[in-house]
């Protein structure tokens, strides 16, 4: 089960460009796994970008919800998820054929890890940050 899943390596990858991708490749069967989540990048300038994520994180109700995330793995599986239709039948099915992990986990070591050439961040011209940056401004805190 694991051995045909596509491993996609996050870092330096542009999270919509990749997100956009990954959510193809689920909506046609592919089961994926993203490793260094955290080591994807949004473009633009840092401060309007957390400032935004702050003025987001103010929407909502506490214990109704809507519930934002601050991880950067939950944040990048909310990108994906926010490019399939999850709630129709087939969306459902390829959100649960995805796997996000912070870093690279001991049991995919030794496997072949793609990454997305047509997403990679070297292609960018404006000033861009990792999505860990963003996620310890707004209120992640790396322990526990």
Known sequence: MENQATIINAE??????????????????????????????LSGKRKSKIREAKEFLEVGYPRKGP???????????????????YKQPKGKQAYKRLKVFMGLPENLKNQKIETLLEAEAQKLKCPYFTIEELAKEIGWSVEG
């Open 12 to 41: 330096g990858l542009i999270l919509g460009r990749m997100a956009s991708i990954i959510a193809k490749k689920l909506l046609s069967g592919e089961e994926v796994i993203i490793v260094n989540a955290e080591k994807a990048v």
């Open 67 to 85: 519930f934002h995330h601050r991880r950067p793995d939950r944040m990048v599986r909310r990108t994906i998820r926010g490019m399939l239709p």
